[in-house]
């Protein structure tokens, strides 16, 4: 750790004793540096809780002019951990975890440090929801601001086109407003522009809800997880209502491996929702059907439990365009071995006809129908993590066999494992065209890279 930087970092703190700050000396540091996979073992300079825009202004300038580089910290659920970085101030934002909703009720200014589920739980007491992901801990605009899939996607969109206006602390640390440029830009290439302060999201009125997983027997799982995408296919051709959000998942459950169906239908018509229910549960042999009327936070708490809090690894991803008899065949049979440890699962999300839920403008490029696979290689402990990474590896480069013209071109930011720094090739797979446009928004609002180790990480293509 370079010690001048510690001193220059202390000799400001005194300057400015509103700031909170974790330094290394102090006890809090190690549980402060915490981050979701645990395999990332790098020591930041020091941890910074700003409380107030301002506060992130005068430690922008300070970093800045004093040449520190530093990462910026919400849910710490970046799958590579790359919210803390060795030697750099990581500048922690979750004190920013207000939400304002706007007199018509259709939008909600948000801090950009709130949880997910510390912003649907306020929006429910309102009688009112957005699109969020189902794991509570992760943060919602990290979530949102690269894609951000989820349970309600089907019904309302992805979180990236859920974004009507941020304010941020640009790179000469001035507060601002973002512009038309920054805001297509933030709307998918995230926090690579300025800090983000707040964002206004666009709500929905939402009063019940009918949700819960469907478990099927999985004592042969690669027939079960191939049969049930058989069948949905079948009815899918003749169309789904868009409030319902369907998610895939293998998971290593207390009786062990078992393949489930998280169910969701955001909308007051429980009758028709159940009536979905019941025939999602046709296509296997339900074993468990937990799917009851229920509100966002009794769900939110459900879902805590469904995945540690931490863990070792890392994940891989791949987009379909169909789930093909050959795809669902080789993930049926990379489910034979899924390793059986809590924190090794596998998941997919589905990205349906969205022309009724129209896209903002943005650089996420993934908009036509597709299936993202999650292939979580995690383990509970460090010891298992290599073998659930290697299992990881190998499904993802099955997948990666697969007739190439089912193979989108484009992967998700936020679920690929990818080795930094950022070439073109890579930046190209993630924002297909918009790739230049970002590394012009990039040369345009922030030259010197003074955000350079955010996501993503664009140093090398400037
Ligand atoms: C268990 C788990 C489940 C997940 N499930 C889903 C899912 O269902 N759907 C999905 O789409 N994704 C999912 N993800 C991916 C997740 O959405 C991303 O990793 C997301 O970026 C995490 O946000 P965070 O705030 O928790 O992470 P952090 O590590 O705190 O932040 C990630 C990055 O965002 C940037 N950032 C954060 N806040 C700001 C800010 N205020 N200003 C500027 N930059 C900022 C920083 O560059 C930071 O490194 C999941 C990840 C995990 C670990």
Known sequence: MEQSHLAALEDFLKNHPGIKCTLPSSPQYLADR???ILSRKANPLAIAHPETAEQVSVLVQFLRSNGIKFTVRAGGHH?????IE???LTIDMRAFASVDIAANRETATVGAGILQHELCNALWDKGLATPTGAIPSVGYLGWAMYGGYGPFSSHWGLGVDQIVAATLVDASG???????????AVRGAGGAFGIIIDVSIKVYHLKSLLTGAI?????EISKTFMDYNAKYQEISKHGLPKQLTLQQMVVNGPPGRVFCVSFMWSSESIEEGYHWCNKIACLGTVIMNTVEVTTIPKWYSGNAALIPSTMYGSFRTHSVKDMTQEVTGCIGRALEKLPADPGTMF???QLRDTSETPASASVFSTREPHFMLEIVGCATTTEKAETSEQWAFDTWAEVKNTNSSNLLDHVYISLDHVEYPCDLHTLTRYFGDYAQDILTTKKDYDPENVFGLTVPRLGNLL
């Open 79 to 83: 799958l590579l951990g790359f919210s």
């Open 215 to 219: 478990f099927y027997d999985s004592q």
């Open 347 to 349: 998941s997919i999300h």
């Open 86 to 88: 060795e030697g750099a």
């Open 34 to 36: 915490k981050v979701f």
């Open 174 to 184: 001035a507060i601002v407003r973002a512009d038309d440029t920054l805001l297509k």
